[in-house]
């Protein structure tokens, strides 16, 4: 158990060096107002493990959650639910509801949703409800069900709208492109620029606004 911990912490250090590395070679340069050299000093001097407050729906966020949040890397569960839960306190007027992310093949077939899921949707009143789900652990997408459809049960003919914006391009950032949808369907001001400039910047905004969500909770405590 003391060398699996051993190896855990190595690892998680090494992912913390590059995106150390990430944010001060790329970003800071780029982006030399953001103040990504700060966010840099900031995680290459905290343990890895330190939880960030603010997030107890169900699951909590430390400082190796955040390492991935770096062009062309694959995001994990708990920095896109963070994302969720950031957006959702943000813009707690809007319409939307952010659900736990689920994931297939379901271990249990029959019972592929989740209790916790099923209450959640059929309890809100909000129009639109969101959801990350995680194929085969190797692609991320989302979902977005219309709060009518869940009144109606899919009793009577619906219409399927094909979402043609933001489109993934490339093999690594599907767990960014999912975060971007949601943020656009609640924010007009949402990132959309696809260049590789936009592209590199979209983690880093996305990495900026947790840990500055995170920040307001801990003073608000």
Request: hydrophobic share 45%; net charge neutral.
């Amino acid at each position: 158990m003391a060398m699996q911990f051993l190896w855990s912490l190595s690892a998680a250090c090494a992912n913390g060096l590059k995106c150390y590395s990430w944010l001060m070679g790329k970003v800071d340069i780029l982006f030399d107002n953001d103040q990504a050299a700060l966010l840099a000093k900031r995680m290459i001097e905290t343990w890895p493990g330190q939880r960030l407050p603010g997030f107890d729906q169900g699951f909590h966020l430390d400082w190796t959650h955040l390492y991935c949040a770096r062009n062309g890397c694959w995001f994990n569960n708990n920095l896109i639910q963070a994302f969720s839960a950031t957006l959702s306190a943000k813009y707690g007027a809007s319409t939307t509801i952010f659900l736990p992310q689920l994931h297939t093949p379901a271990k249990d077939k029959g019972h592929r949703i989740p209790p916790l899921t099923l209450s959640l949707v059929a309890a809100t009143n909000m129009e639109w409800v969101f959801m990350p789900l995680n194929v085969n652990a190797s692609h991320w997408t989302c979902l977005a069900l219309a709060q009518e459809l869940v009144v109606r049960s899919m009793t009577e003919p619906y219409e399927i709208i094909a979402v043609h914006n933001p489109i993934q391009n490339d093999g690594g950032n599907c767990g960014l492109f999912v975060c971007l949808f949601f943020w656009r369907r609640v924010d007009k001001e949402a990132p959309r620029d696809h260049s590789k400039t936009g592209c590199l910047r979209q983690p880093w905004d996305l990495l900026r606004s947790v840990v500055d969500f995170s920040d307001s909770s801990k003073n608000a405590e």
